[in-house]
């Protein structure tokens, strides 16, 4: 398990993951997002502003899964996004 600051660690050296179009460390930086979002209230105050905190973590999820889903070769891909083969079959049993 790690702790909070690991986490950090690990979410800011792999900021780049698009900049090396690097498939791992884009997977490193998913998962640093989804620990910081468990670990991070939903909303806090700051004086008497509420803030959403996890507002910008969860547009950095976003555009790291959508970078996923065209890079990641071993990415399951949505039906949209599959492609259907028809066989022919004509004359099979002729």
């Keep these: 398990?790690?702790?909070y600051a690991e986490e950090v660690a690990i979410y800011e050296a792999n900021l780049d993951?698009?900049?090396?179009n690097?498939?791992?460390?884009?997977k490193l930086y998913k998962n640093a997002i989804l620990w910081l979002l468990r670990a991070t209230p939903?909303?806090?105050w700051h004086g008497s502003q509420r803030t959403k905190e996890s507002m910008h973590?969860?547009?950095?999820?976003?555009?790291?899964?959508?970078?996923?889903s065209t890079?990641?070769?071993?990415a399951t891909r949505?039906?949209?996004?599959?492609?259907v083969v028809y066989k022919d079959l004509r004359?099979?049993?002729e």
């Design 17 to 20: 993951y698009d900049d090396d």
């Design 42 to 44: 939903e909303e806090a």
């Design 78 to 83: 949505t039906q949209s996004q599959s492609r």
């Design 57 to 68: 973590l969860q547009d950095e999820l976003k555009r790291v899964r959508s970078w996923l």
């Design 22 to 26: 690097d498939v791992a460390k884009a």
């Design 71 to 74: 890079n990641d070769p071993n």
């Design 1 to 3: 398990m790690n702790t």
């Design 91 to 93: 004359g099979f049993r």
